[in-house]
């Protein structure tokens, strides 16, 4: 194929712009890729981005994947995300399986909850008084509120045990077992960090006006694939938003701009 490259200060190898303003993903496109790999970007820099998706629209999309047999994205390598990270289906973690790592793979699902919950526990020996301890990390406090406790006696019923001392200093006192004992401890709380205040966990939410009518996934609901909520955008009067200033980003094609 062929090669290009510029060395002008908008930076862009490659530059495609379309005047429509359809908000569909078949709508006309700015870069259209056919092919084995139908686009690809490659950063040569430290600090540069492979690939750049900006949207400003309220119900526009950065990056938008679709599959129906394959990955919609796929990451080998780490993924950070600064906002709120959802999910309609399961949540999980997949391993090589422990005991056949060649032939089979290992899930856990993920405690759900409809609080920001976290949660800590550990174990503990009852001094000579029949009481322990409990020493968090001095963060504890600082991350957590609305404190839940969870004891339970390994090797023998403790039918006194309990908390004898709530949190405090980023520390608790268990009390009221046998000297020797040792204790299964939990403690849940709500996440209470400056970012959570600014975001409130909402469990309850409205849909969108233009959500309305569309499902999250709506095959579980007998509903066919167009009543998706990524089709939902579709419904909305489409209107073109000036360009994001980052134009000296190599985005568009390969650029020698910051070479």
Not at 19 to 25: I, P, Q, R
Not at 98 to 126: F, K, W
Not at 128 to 151: C, I, K, M, Q
Not at 166 to 189: C, Q
């Amino acid at each position: 194929g062929g090669v290009f490259q510029t060395s002008s200060s908008d930076g862009y190898g490659v530059h495609g712009e379309t005047a429509a303003t359809g908000v569909s993903e078949l709508a006309p496109c700015g870069v259209r890729g056919n092919g084995g790999t139908a686009i690809r970007g490659e950063s040569t820099v430290s600090n540069g981005n492979g690939v750049v998706g900006i949207a400003n629209g309220s119900a526009a999309y950065g990056v938008f994947g679709q599959s129906d047999t394959g990955y919609a994205g796929y990451f080998a390598g780490k993924v950070h995300v600064t906002g709120n990270f959802t999910v309609s289906g399961a949540k999980s973690f997949l391993i090589d399986h422990p005991l056949d790592p060649e032939n089979r793979i290992l899930a856990h699902a993920c405690v759900e909850s409809d609080q920001a919950v976290n949660m800590y526990r550990g174990t503990a020996i009852l001094d000579e008084r029949g009481e322990a301890v409990v020493e968090l990390p001095e963060w504890f406090s600082a991350l957590n509120t609305d404190y839940a406790y969870h004891l339970t006696p390994i090797g023998a019923p403790a039918p006194s045990l309990h908390v004898a001392t709530k949190l405090k200093g980023n520390r608790f006192r268990i009390g009221g077992g046998e000297p020797g004992t040792e204790v299964s401890w939990m403690v849940t709380a709500q996440r209470n960090d400056a970012w959570m205040r600014m975001h409130p966990f909402v469990a309850e939410r409205d849909k969108a006006g233009h959500e309305r009518g569309y499902y999250l996934t709506p095959e579980a609901h007998g509903q066919l694939p167009e009543r998706g909520m990524s089709r939902a955008k579709e419904t909305l009067p489409a209107q073109r938003l000036a360009p994001p200033p980052e134009a000296h980003l190599g985005v568009k094609g390969a650029t020698e701009a910051s070479r």
